[in-house]
């Protein structure tokens, strides 16, 4: 066997979902990035099966959300029942997003189309390799892998990513505890073919006193079951798995589900044990953990991929920008944006399965009796409708905003909703037309949304014409608080000079009364998203929050000063004099 020395910026143990969204974002910035997977092979099937609005988003974002929509079914509507009755309804249609449905696409399909979309950028999955050594240093990070054909490769990266799944290899070489536990059930998983009383537009959760089934949509008679299993698992002949059968699947529906729903056909089926765990620290020098190597849990409300992948996304530009020059304690604010969303997910998560399967008690009468209550209340499942689709993350405690108070519009810290818009100038040039926040977003740079009123942009359409004529009439007009064209321009200049490289500057305005949007989108205006505020500022992240917002007349020097600290390359030390 012989050694191969080679460098990436960023190692990536794992090749599921979040290793790829990591790797993804990571190339996307240019960032030279190696992926390395145990398995030689891609799963042919998978636990996770849907991905939600604010994953979608992202996905759109990263100008990759075709192939999911035209893969994958949406469901527009969840049931929870209890001993065969209906007890909640919850619609995802009034949710402001472009996706107001839980799209349901096996993994391995999720896996397939991040893999593909990441060889566009140059970098493949190298099969087969097993991480075998890590030392972390000062410098960076040594790591042996053995490859496919047998030889041992010494690696050397400045930082890792360890979306190397539940039994990570990467924890355990490091000693890092798996706090929480494993709970006592198992579960059935089985894709069959279903005839059912409902639309399939929808998805089901049944609770009885003989335990939890749920039917999820794949289209075309397609479902995936999932059945509590409160026994032991079957036996099964030495050096093999047991597998759920197609009987055992029809029991497991006629017995809770109490509707007439039969079942024709099996492609696929598993158990699984369920555990409730996560790591204490998500970084660990040079290592990150991402994905299930940082935290595992019920599958109850299709969180765990989606979180996964969300928190790839917000890892990738930071480890960019760092790489880049930017401060080393922007990598910290990983650990401070994201662990606090897991541990809530796993209490959420937990307390969700509880629920559903309690057949007596305190539990049982809260399913039964309030919740139906509460999510009558327009608030109450308006925030419920927010909470699964994942639009309700935000990071407004993180040290990386700056609010100011503006007129409505999403405070820092909060998802960059889309929105209808009339753009005035971008940074390629003058690019006049109609467009959404959506297609301007960068997902390799930060976006400064420069949002101008009607006589802003007369003022500079007049200037583009004649600039003569203009600029009186603007200095009169705006001199006094320094929101004229020219003001704005300095103003863009000024967070250009601070983030060089890094930042695409575009001015935004509202759609002029009476005239429609672009035909076939359902985006807000600019105005119902982001406020009345003109002018005004917004800055978004790589990953589509709003890192600050403002007033472009007063609140410069401070947006200028919060990007030097965390975001701008620091420069280089000079050299002594001799």
Request: glycine share 8%; net charge neutral; hydrophobic share 40%.
């Amino acid at each position: 066997m012989t050694e191969v020395f080679s460098q990436p910026s960023v190692l990536i143990v794992g090749a599921g979902p979040t290793g790829l969204a990591a790797a993804l974002s990571l190339a996307r910035a240019r960032i030279p990035v190696r992926v390395i997977e145990r398995m030689r092979e891609p799963a042919r099937h998978s636990r996770a099966i849907g991905i939600q609005a604010r994953t979608l988003e992202l996905f759109e974002q990263h100008r990759i959300v075709e192939p999911f929509l035209a893969r994958g079914h949406r469901a527009h509507v969840a049931n929870l029942y209890s001993n065969g009755q209906r007890r909640a309804q919850l619609d995802f249609d009034p949710l402001f997003t472009r996706y107001p449905y839980l799209l349901f696409l096996d993994q391995t399909e999720t896996e397939r189309i991040l893999a593909t979309q990441l060889a566009s950028f140059g970098v493949e999955i190298e099969r087969g390799c097993e991480l075998l050594e890590l030392h972390q240093g000062a410098a960076g990070i040594s790591a042996d892998v053995r490859c496919a054909n047998g030889r041992v490769e010494a690696m050397r990266c400045a930082y890792l990513i360890a979306a190397d799944g539940a039994h990570s290899t990467v924890r355990h070489h490091l000693g890092m505890e798996f706090e929480g536990e494993t709970l006592a059930q198992s579960f059935l998983l089985a894709d069959v073919e279903a005839s059912t009383p409902w639309s399939d537009d929808e998805f089901h959760v049944f609770a009885s006193g003989d335990g939890l089934a749920a039917l999820f949509p794949y289209g075309h008679g397609r479902y995936r079951l999932i059945a509590d299993h409160k026994t032991m698992l079957p036996a099964a002949p030495e050096g093999t798995i047991p597998v759920p059968t197609l009987e055992e699947c029809r029991s497991v529906v006629e017995r809770r589900v109490h509707h007439p729903v039969s079942i024709a056909d099996m492609t696929w089926a598993s158990y699984f044990r369920i555990n409730s765990r996560m790591v204490r620290f998500l970084r660990m020098e040079r290592v990150f953990f991402a994905g299930d190597a940082a935290h595992v849990h019920s599958p109850a409300g299709a969180q765990g991929m989606n979180t996964g992948i969300q928190e790839a996304f917000n890892l990738g530009w930071k480890l960019a920008r760092v790489l880049g020059g930017a401060p080393e304690r922007l990598l910290d604010t990983y650990h401070a944006e994201r662990y606090p969303i897991e541990r809530i997910v796993l209490r959420q998560t937990s307390f969700m399965t509880q629920l559903v399967e309690a057949d007596h008690g305190p539990l049982k009468v809260l399913r039964e009796r309030v919740m139906p209550a509460l999510v009558a209340l327009g608030p109450l499942r308006d925030a419920a409708r927010q909470a699964v689709s994942e639009l309700s993350i935000q990071y407004r405690r993180s040290p990386l905003t700056l609010e100011r108070v503006l007129d409505g519009g999403p405070r820092a810290g909060e998802r960059a909703p889309d929105a209808c818009v009339r753009v005035i100038d971008g940074p390629l040039g003058k690019a006049p037309g109609k467009g959404r926040i959506f297609d301007l977003h960068d997902p390799a740079s930060f976006s400064l949304f420069l949002l101008v009123d009607a006589d802003t942009v007369r003022a500079a359409e007049a200037a583009e014409h004649d600039p003569n004529a203009a600029s009186p009439q603007a200095g009169a007009a705006n001199g006094a608080t320094g929101n004229g064209p020219d003001a704005l321009r300095r103003f863009g200049d000024a967070v250009e000079r601070v983030l060089p490289q890094a930042v695409r500057v575009w001015w935004l305005a509202d759609l002029e009364a009476g005239e429609a949007p672009l035909p076939g989108e359902g985006a807000p205006s600019l105005g119902d998203a982001y406020g009345r505020t003109r002018p005004a500022f917004y800055l978004v992240r790589p990953d589509g929050y709003i890192c600050a917002r403002g007033r472009t007349g007063s609140d410069l020097h401070g947006l200028l000063r919060h990007c030097e600290a965390w975001f701008s390359p620091t420069p280089s030390p000079k050299p002594s004099a001799q």
